[in-house]
């Protein structure tokens, strides 16, 4: 199934009376799900392969994401439609829409080293860009050198000793 | 007297035998004209014959060699224009070879002089690009030993406030 049809059931659930605190839950389920799936190869096969019911397949994910009411009432309906594949293949992408819905930012910070004053900064500072509601992952990497690299959703901004190197470089 | 006599009957002896001569001589013209003239007449037309033949091969042979000079002149002739003609073909083709031989010349040295400002463009990028390695790698050495927390917190609260700049001024 393509991921239209994915949109589609997307803007279905996002138009019914799902309050915001169930799709905050469905969100950080889905987050939990994508990482255990995106990990645990068996996991994925198991869940893409059609000879396994529908039970099994839901109370395996009832392991990975707890017993959340409105996430459960989700994955039941994404088994029902059969759409469980296309979901774990292009679940960035349903992520990505919901954070919209949810006016959520992600934000994957890249830094040589860190330490709780300059998480402190860091944080101060994006939450006077991009405003509280944030989604921030934090991410060391010596290559950089110094300063900070911030990938924001599809938007790369590289402030790093190693970017301005690059860029030196190529001049 | 008899001395008279004597002559008288010599001179009769001899008037005798000078008719007898005379006859004789007659008889002899007589009967030895037409065989001896008939004789000379048919060996001076031998002759005749003899002289016109020798004149009649004379005159062949004088015409065979004409034709042979002749022959022999437009054989000269030809092999003259044949050297003449060998030889300016042979000039043409020799020119022609020296032509092309120059062109080759000049096409290697071109070629040549191309690929040796080709091959010292290339190497003088690759110093260039080494030597620039080098002072990117000094730098990176150098900016890893100098770099400490303070300096790069304030290297990521700089780019922050360019980021800050950058997304009011977006949207």
């Known amino acids: ?171 | 007297m008899a001395e008279e006599i004597n002559l008288f009957g010599q001179l009769k002896f001899a008037s005798q035998h000078l008719l007898n001569l005379g006859v004789f001589c007659g008889i002899l013209y007589y009967f030895l004209k037409k065989p001896v003239s008939n004789f000379f007449n048919s060996r001076s037309e031998k002759i005749e014959k003899s002289i016109n033949s020798a004149k009649d091969t004379i005159e062949s042979a004088q015409k065979i060699y004409d034709e042979n000079s002749t022959k022999f002149n437009q054989i000269d002739s030809e092999v003259s224009n044949l050297r003449s003609t060998s030889n300016k073909v042979s000039e043409n083709k020799v020119s022609e070879i020296i032509d092309n031989a120059n062109s080759m010349v000049k096409l290697i040295e071109k070629d040549t002089e191309e690929i040796i400002n080709l091959e010292s463009a290339k190497i003088n990028n690759q110093i260039e690009d080494e030597i620039l390695n080098k002072a990117v790698e000094l730098v990176q050495f150098d900016l890893k030993n100098s770099h400490d927390e303070n300096k790069d917190s304030e290297i990521i609260r700089k780019y922050l406030n360019e980021v800050k700049k950058d997304v009011i001024s977006y949207n």
């Open chain 1, 1 to 171: 199934m393509s991921s239209a049809t994915i949109n589609d059931f997307l803007q279905a659930i996002t138009s019914s009376d799902s309050s915001r605190d169930d799709l905050n839950e469905i969100y950080n389920s889905l987050v939990k799900f994508s990482e255990v799936t995106s990990a645990n190869k068996e996991v994925r096969v198991f869940l893409t392969n059609d000879i396994h019911d529908s039970e099994s397949k839901l109370t395996i994910i009832r392991d990975i994401i707890g017993e959340s009411r409105p996430s459960i009432n989700f994955f039941k309906t994404i088994i029902d439609f059969n759409i469980l594949s296309d979901l774990i293949s292009s679940y960035e992408f349903f992520l990505k829409k919901l954070r919209i819905i949810l006016e959520r930012v992600k934000i994957d910070v890249y830094v040589a080293s860190l330490n709780d004053e300059k998480k402190k900064i860091i944080n101060d500072e994006l939450v006077n860009i991009w405003g509280q509601n944030l989604e921030i992952n934090y991410n060391l990497d010596v290559s950089i050198i110094g300063g900070i690299i911030l990938q924001v959703e599809d938007k790369l901004y590289d402030g790093s000793i190693r970017g301005k190197l690059e860029k030196f470089n190529n001049i």
